[in-house]
């Protein structure tokens, strides 16, 4: 593998010293919006504006829009980019090189950059390991913002699962304004398996989203109520059709002919999901 990566690193390329962010006169990411990878900010390269800026790190970032500024200082360390901004496959083999910001992969909460479309293809082929070269390299020199290895297989009874099926084979993306704004039953022939769950999904496009950010997509409170995590710190089951999109996370909730706990979360939000949060941190270890 590493033969392949070396393929594509550049005479340009120096060995990997202490850290410093790729940088063009102070700008990261060579003015495109970091946010503008993400789903939430359009999930394609977008060039900012030198009128629309934030500082962060020592660096100066550029936004396409006014709301992925406000997104970015909301939450900079999700936006900026993994390995300093620098091709993540270089970092791989040891090395600093320049990227393409129009090439990049938004790999669950992390937004990674490359040199070329062949740099990203070597990374592809074999990202697990990747992952794991090049966060050893980038914390052995001292480096911050390495991305998440894939989250383990969760405990038996952590997710609300149907012989390991996800929200009764319901789209987790269709739920989202990208997939649709609506729930929609998955494909079984289209599926993906993330942290031993598997998902089902109603298109290609939608389960290529889940793939690039599963972290956005997923149920929160392991697809259980949230109603009954955030006012009992119980697992209940719920009906897939019963559900809000919050703080850009799914919530299911329990429903059936005589009570739908949306009704009851909506008026004490403000507490319940707060509760939530910290009863599923203990119920999960999460």
């Known amino acids: 593998m590493l033969r392949v990566a070396a393929f594509v690193l550049f005479s340009w390329s120096v060995a990997l010293a202490a850290p410093e962010a790729n940088l063009a006169e102070g700008v990261g990411l060579k003015g495109f919006d970091p946010v503008a990878c993400f789903p939430e900010g359009g999930a ?28 970015f200082e909301k939450d900079p360390a999700r936006y900026a980019p993994a390995y300093g901004g620098w ?12 990227v393409d910001p129009k090439v990049f ?25 990747m992952v ?32 390991g ?3 009764a084979g319901y789209d987790p993306v269709a739920y989202f ?17 993330w942290g031993g769950a598997t998902y089902r999904f109603a298109t290609e ?18 697809g259980w109520c949230a109603y009954a995590v955030g006012a009992k710190a119980r697992k ?15 919530l299911l909730f329990f429903r059936n002919k005589k009570l739908d706990t949306r009704d009851l979360w909506t008026p004490d939000v403000d507490e319940l999901s707060p509760a939530a949060k910290e009863n599923w941190r203990e119920m999960s270890g999460e």
């Open 177 to 193: 304004p990208e997939g649709g704004a609506a729930p929609a039953k998955g494909d079984p022939g289209i599926a993906w398996t």
């Open 132 to 163: 794991k070269r090049a966060n050893a390299e980038w914390t052995r020199r001292g480096g911050e913002r390495v991305p998440a290895e894939a989250p383990p297989a969760r405990a038996v009874g952590h997710w609300n699962l149907e012989e």
């Open 205 to 222: 496009a939608n389960r290529e989203q889940f793939k690039s950010h599963p972290a956005r997509y997923e149920p929160a409170y392991g």
């Open 236 to 250: 209940v089951p719920v009906d897939p059709l019963a559900y809000l999109v919050e703080e850009d996370r799914l």
């Open 44 to 71: 394609r390269a977008a060039e900012g504006s030198g009128a629309l800026t934030a500082a962060h790190g020592g660096a100066t970032w550029r936004f396409a829009s006014d709301g992925n500024r406000k997104r």
């Open 165 to 167: 099926l996800a929200i």
């Open 87 to 98: 091709c993540a496959t270089a970092v791989a083999a040891g090395k600093l090189v320049d």
């Open 105 to 129: 992969r938004v790999r669950g909460a992390d937004l990674l950059v490359f040199a070329s479309a062949k740099a990203r293809d070597a990374w592809l082929a074999d990202e697990d390991a």
